[in-house]
């Protein structure tokens, strides 16, 4: 069965730049994957950032982008800030209808 | 606006059953699939079920495959989800959520309702 794979953490001072990956245990992401980005804070539902690869979803600030890099799908916070500090998921498109989450993100910013 | 709305959680036996419902408002709800996401307690999201906007086909996880079932009504812009023969590991929150259009990804979440499965 394949994984979706996301770092378990990372740290990103207030004002940087942080790039965040999900990649597939077996095989690249493309296009295809249709990847999509979710922010979650504990207690609350997730908030879409982007979906499809690259495209922003409502109201997100252009501080959040999505990418291809390589064989994996990414997530670029720039100029970031305080409340940029949440946990982040990718999910991944696998075919036959079925989505698979990653393992989640919890990024703090410091 | 987009909302979303699930109820019908709550606290069942191992191997009993429970109906959650998800009213929607804000957009044309039969051109749009819908989904039904997942999350233990202190664990990540896990994709659980999708429907087409037509309801059918659907989809899901092999996790709850057989025993649980996705359905829509259309007429009164409501989503369900079936869950029978409830496991433990069943416990989670459960969110629904809307995708971006027939299919794809999710773009609007529910708060989600809360299912606890414990003897």
């Known amino acids: 069965q394949t994984v979706v794979t996301q770092e378990p953490s990372f740290s990103v001072s207030p004002g940087g730049t942080v790039t965040l990956t999900c990649g597939l245990s077996?095989?690249?992401?493309?296009?295809?994957?249709?990847s999509s980005w979710y922010q979650q804070t504990p207690g609350q539902a997730p908030r879409t950032l982007i979906y499809?690869?690259?495209t922003r979803s409502s109201g997100v600030p252009d501080r959040f982008s999505g990418s291809i890099l390589g064989n994996k799908a990414a997530l670029t916070i720039t100029g970031a800030q305080a409340d940029d500090e949440s946990d982040y998921y990718c999910?991944?498109?696998?075919?036959?209808?079925?989505?698979?989450f990653g393992g989640g993100t919890k990024l703090t910013v410091l | 606006e987009v909302q979303l709305l699930e109820s019908g959680g709550g606290l069942v036996l191992p191997g009993g059953s429970l109906r959650l419902s998800c009213a929607a408002s804000?957009?044309?709800?039969?051109?749009?699939?819908m989904s039904w996401v997942r999350q233990a307690p202190g664990k990540g999201l896990e994709w659980v079920s999708t429907?087409?906007?037509?309801?059918?086909?659907?989809f899901y996880a092999d996790s709850v495959k057989g025993r649980f079932t996705i359905s829509r009504d259309n007429s009164k812009s409501t989503l369900y989800l079936q869950m029978n023969s409830l496991r433990a590991e069943d416990t989670a929150i459960y969110f629904c959520?809307?995708?971006?259009?027939?299919?794809?990804?999710?773009?609007?979440w529910g708060q989600g309702t809360l299912v606890a499965v414990s003897s």
């Open positions: 959520a809307k995708t971006v259009s027939n299919w794809g990804p999710f773009d609007y």
């Open positions: 804000g957009f044309t709800f039969r051109t749009y699939a």
């Open positions: 429907i087409t906007g037509s309801g059918d086909p659907t």
């Open positions: 077996s095989g690249s992401v493309s296009s295809s994957s249709y």
């Open positions: 499809s690869t690259d």
């Open positions: 999910v991944l498109y696998m075919n036959n209808g079925i989505w698979v």
